[in-house]
């Protein structure tokens, strides 16, 4: 049924364009949260989910130094952000330091 076949494309179409809409402001957040906490000599380091669909999970990881808690600093929980107070090795094997200079890879690919 060419009507359906056409139904689906457009709203495969818009739906695109809203989730791309949508990854772009979350990991616009993700890389400015990166970047205040490097203003303050914080170590941050991130991996990108390459695993299951951002809307099964999440975006990534975003380990920053410090011992803070998610939710009070942000008043909410978020799944993708992490403190630790002291960082290993072990802790961000898979993981790219983050520093100004490479904010951009802070990022997900749809």
């Not at 359906?4 to 957040?29: G, P, Q």
């Not at 630790?84 to 961000?92: G, L, M, R, V």
């Amino acid at each position: 049924m060419k009507v359906l076949e056409s139904l689906w494309k457009d709203t495969k179409d818009r739906f695109d364009k809203v989730e791309k809409s949508l990854v772009d402001c979350y990991v616009a957040f993700l890389r400015e949260v990166a970047r205040v906490y490097l203003e303050q000599s914080r170590r941050v380091f991130f991996r990108e989910n390459r695993i299951v669909h951002w809307g099964e999970w999440n975006f990534g990881t975003l380990i920053v130094e410090g011992d803070e808690e998610v939710d009070e600093v942000f008043g909410d929980y978020i799944s993708e952000i992490r403190f630790e107070p002291e960082i290993s090795e072990k802790a961000t094997k898979g993981y790219l330091q983050i520093k100004e200079d490479n904010l951009e890879n802070i990022r997900y690919q749809i």
